[in-house]
């Protein structure tokens, strides 16, 4: 993330992190993402946007969100009208939603009712950890449904391809890999539609072991595709 915070800065971009970890406790959910759960961090996202709101700085109506990975979810499923209401400040929204490899396996009650606001996502086409085909599925109903987003994918990148901290493939045995189940919220649960139940992180579907991967071809084309996209919505001069 301090990464791209510089990124954002060089066009002018301020960049608040968001730590969801710390506070909680919290190290790594990557064996165990029951420790922490992804709606709780669309709460955090929308406390931070309050607070921004109020910085003599900062222009509340110029205020985006950019999640990576369970960060990603967030970036995208906070842009959710219902969950909104929930959770956003009162008159104020984000103005532009960037995720990179969110998940988008799950289907949530009126989740084709979004903002109006873009969406811009991104997604390596051999993540194995969070596979990308949910993600066009998701977004060509979105797309229909007449929202303003669009899906960018990378050839031959994994999941995390912008990080410069892995190599091309580095495999995470222990990782908790959810994609292969079947779920879909039935009267606010996530219900595992294989079994009928609730759906838990020790349910049969679940398994162990996914790659990540940098890639700085494709971390090159998504960081020019960001650029592009702030500069738009937040009206910046070219730099």
Same mark, same amino acid.
């Given at each position: 993330?301090?990464?791209?915070?510089?990124?954002?800065?060089?066009?002018?971009?301020?960049?608040?992190?968001?730590?969801?970890?710390?506070?909680?406790?919290?190290?790594?959910?990557?064996?165990?993402?029951?420790?922490?759960?992804?709606?709780?961090? $669309?709460?955090?996202?929308?406390?931070?946007?309050?607070?921004?709101?109020?910085?003599?700085?900062?222009?509340?109506?110029?205020?985006?969100?950019?999640?990576?990975?369970?960060?990603?979810?967030?970036?995208?499923? *906070?842009?959710?009208?219902?969950?909104?209401?929930?959770? *956003?400040?009162?008159?104020?929204?984000?103005?532009?939603? $960037? &995720?990179?490899?969110?998940?988008?396996?799950?289907?949530?009650?009126?989740?084709?009712?979004? =903002?109006? #606001?873009?969406? #811009?996502?991104?997604? /390596?086409?051999?993540?194995?950890?969070?596979?990308?085909? &949910?993600?066009?599925?998701?977004?060509?109903?979105?797309?229909?449904?007449?929202?303003?987003?669009?899906?960018?994918?990378?050839?031959?990148?994994?999941?995390?391809?912008?990080?410069?901290?892995?190599? &091309?493939?580095?495999?995470?045995?222990?990782?908790? $890999?959810?994609?292969?189940?079947?779920?879909?919220?039935?009267?606010?649960?996530?219900?595992?539609?294989? =079994?009928?139940?609730?759906? =838990?992180?020790?349910?049969?579907?679940?398994?162990?072991?996914? =790659?990540? /991967?940098?890639? &700085?071809?494709?971390?090159?084309?998504? #960081? #020019?595709?960001?650029?592009?996209?702030?500069?738009?919505?937040?009206?910046?001069?070219?730099?």
């Amino acid at each position: 993330m301090n990464r791209w915070a510089g990124e954002l800065n060089e066009i002018g971009v301020a960049a608040f992190l968001l730590d969801c970890f710390t506070g909680r406790g919290i190290t790594s959910t990557i064996p165990d993402q029951s420790r922490l759960g992804s709606l709780a961090m $669309i709460y955090d996202a929308y406390r931070a946007l309050e607070v921004l709101a109020g910085h003599p700085g900062i222009d509340s109506s110029r205020v985006g969100l950019m999640g990576f990975s369970k960060g990603g979810f967030v970036a995208l499923y *906070a842009s959710m009208r219902r969950f909104q209401a929930f959770y *956003a400040p009162i008159g104020i929204e984000f103005a532009i939603y $960037i &995720p990179f490899y969110a998940r988008c396996d799950i289907t949530f009650e009126r989740d084709e009712d979004l =903002t109006d #606001r873009p969406i #811009r996502m991104h997604h /390596g086409e051999e993540d194995d950890w969070v596979p990308v085909e &949910p993600a066009r599925r998701y977004v060509a109903r979105l797309q229909a449904a007449g929202k303003d987003i669009s899906l960018t994918t990378y050839p031959g990148a994994r999941h995390v391809f912008d990080s410069p901290t892995y190599p &091309p493939v580095f495999r995470f045995n222990d990782a908790e $890999i959810s994609c292969h189940c079947r779920l879909a919220e039935r009267d606010r649960e996530i219900m595992n539609l294989e =079994t009928g139940k609730p759906f =838990t992180h020790r349910d049969a579907c679940v398994t162990r072991g996914a =790659t990540v /991967g940098a890639s &700085p071809e494709a971390y090159q084309l998504a #960081r #020019r595709s960001v650029r592009g996209s702030l500069s738009d919505v937040f009206r910046l001069t070219a730099k």
